[in-house]
């Protein structure tokens, strides 16, 4: 299987950056998507932003303009530039990844096989 380890959370303050990464042991083979997904306390967990192996990414509409997606292809991992951070960020993030045989067509909402233990990031005003 795969393994998938997150790092780069904390707390900032309301307007401020941080970069998460994600750490995948294990190979997946041909198309594969890895993303990042956030719960805060009391909500439902949503996707955020996932981008597949040729690179195509898709982000939630309250992150567009402020989030950034990337990759490693070298090492599989994926990481998210997060900027203009508002409290309503705050959540514990979670990255995700799953290897496919064709196109998803919703791949904020797809069932994820593998996940990471989640980093926490809070923003405060």
């Known amino acids: 299987g795969v393994q998938l380890v997150e790092s780069g959370g904390g707390s900032v303050q309301v307007g401020g950056s941080l970069r998460l990464s994600c750490a995948a042991s294990g190979h997946m083979y041909g198309r594969y998507y890895m993303g990042w997904f956030r719960q805060a306390p009391g909500k439902e967990r949503e996707g955020v932003a996932v981008i597949d192996s040729g690179g195509e990414s898709t982000y939630a509409d309250s992150v567009k303009g402020r989030f950034t997606i990337s990759k490693d292809n070298a090492n599989e991992g994926v990481y998210l530039q997060m900027n203009s951070l508002k409290p309503e960020d705050t959540a514990m993030y979670y990255c995700?990844?799953?290897?496919?045989?064709?196109?998803?067509?919703?791949?904020?909402?797809?069932?994820?096989?593998?996940w990471g233990q989640g980093t926490q990031v809070t923003v405060s005003s």
């Open positions: 995700a990844a799953e290897a496919t045989v064709g196109r998803l067509l919703s791949p904020l909402e797809y069932p994820y096989t593998y």
